[in-house]
């Protein structure tokens, strides 16, 4: 089956640390790649995205590339602020040509900025 | 445009009752698809709707249904309470008219429910 392993955390970094967050991933099939954060209280946004291998996904300072051969989709920030605080998920979702897949998330990583 | 709205936010049902959680998909979209997130399991996927039909389905028991309406309002019922259901249940709309692999979900801010 399809798995996504990140790290849980807490991670506590102070503000404009560089952040990584790894993420592994399983699939049977060549999935789409996804980086969700939860602000506390509030549902699912999605951060960023990539399609296929080597694929750089970007968004408000985020990074991450798709890493067919070691199966990884890191996400990385060169300076996080105090308003990154959130829960971070790393997701897959595979083309199955039927109905739309669910995606697969990890067990999220919560991620704390101290001033 | 509208963002996912679902309703009520929050629930306090006790055991064996059944309950109904409602979910507004942004306007255009017609894939509805619903997750169950608890601190111990995660985010683990219900179901997906298009067009008032289940597509896909993911492993949890008879218990938890679910339906779309032809204005893709969906629904998801839990019968027969049981204590371990209590989370936040996550409604996630798409324009994906097929499964592809790019599968783009915008997500609502969830139902709270308590079981007791």
């Known amino acids: 089956g399809n798995s996504v392993t990140q790290m849980e955390g807490p991670v506590t970094l102070s503000e404009e640390a560089f952040l990584t967050i790894n993420c592994t991933y399983t699939a049977t099939g060549y999935p789409s790649l996804f980086w969700y954060v939860q602000y506390p209280g509030e549902g699912l946004q999605l951060l960023l995205k990539a399609t296929k291998a080597d694929d750089k996904g970007s968004n408000k300072g985020f990074e991450a590339t798709y890493r067919k051969e070691t199966t990884s989709f890191h996400l990385e920030k060169g300076s996080v602020q105090v308003s990154d605080s959130a829960v971070y998920f790393c997701?897959?979702?595979?083309?199955?040509?039927?109905?739309?897949?669910?995606?697969?998330f990890g067990k999220g990583t919560h991620l704390i900025i101290q001033p | 445009k509208a963002g996912v709205t679902q309703t009520p936010r929050y629930l306090i049902k006790t055991r064996g009752q059944q309950v109904t959680l409602s979910c507004s998909p942004i306007?255009?979209?017609?894939?509805v698809s619903w997750y169950q997130q608890t601190p111990g399991q995660g985010l683990q996927f219900l179901f997906e709707?298009?067009?008032?039909?289940?597509?896909n389905k993911g492993n949890f028991p008879g218990r938890f249904s679910g339906r779309q309406f032809s204005n893709s309002r969906s629904e998801m019922n839990v019968s027969t309470l049981e204590l371990g259901d209590s989370a936040l249940y996550l409604c996630?709309?798409?324009?994906?008219?097929?499964?592809?692999?790019?599968?783009?979900?915008?997500f609502g801010p969830g139902t709270r429910l308590t079981v007791l």
């Open positions: 709707y298009f067009s008032e039909t289940q597509r």
């Open positions: 996630a709309s798409s324009t994906a008219a097929r499964g592809g692999a790019y599968n783009e979900q915008f």
């Open positions: 997701a897959l979702s595979i083309s199955s040509g039927g109905g739309a897949d669910g995606l697969t």
């Open positions: 306007s255009g979209h017609r894939s």
